[in-house]
């Protein structure tokens, strides 16, 4: 068992709490990931504060980036021990997360997994500003 950041009620950053939280199991298609950086992202404070609405409690964060454990059966994107980030995977800010297989990319070996976690959605939301907008 794990842990991770709680928002059991809307509020300031008072609300977080640090808590046990079972990731569960990969299933197909999924991957089992240990977290070794999580980015941290204004609409965190949003769903914190309740201007965006999910139900309640939930682990806060959206990105990160870590390690995969374990894979769900029949997954073979990616290795055991395969480095990789992710973006818009809620629950994010704890030491494993469950994500879907679809939304993991390799981090280069010359990338730091925090570089990696804190670049997602800033680097996303560049490059659709830069060539959508």
């Not at 992710?86 to 297989?101: D, I, R």
Request: charged share 15%; no cysteine; aromatic share 8%.
């Amino acid at each position: 068992m794990g842990k991770a950041i709680w928002v059991p009620r809307h509020g300031g950053p008072e609300v977080l709490e640090l808590r046990e939280h079972d990731p569960g199991e990969p299933g197909a298609s999924q991957a089992l990931v240990r977290v070794e950086a999580a980015g941290v992202n204004f609409i965190d404070t949003y769903l914190r504060s309740g201007a965006y609405s999910r139900p309640m409690p939930f682990v806060l964060g959206f990105e990160g980036a870590g390690v995969i454990e374990r894979v769900g059966d029949g997954a073979t994107e990616f290795p055991l021990g395969a480095r990789v980030a992710w973006a818009q995977v809620p629950g994010s800010y704890a030491t494993h997360l469950v994500a879907p297989l679809a939304a993991l990319i390799r981090i280069p070996d010359d990338v730091s997994s925090e570089t990696a976690a804190a670049a997602m959605l800033q680097g996303l939301t560049a490059h659709y500003l830069v060539h959508g907008v």
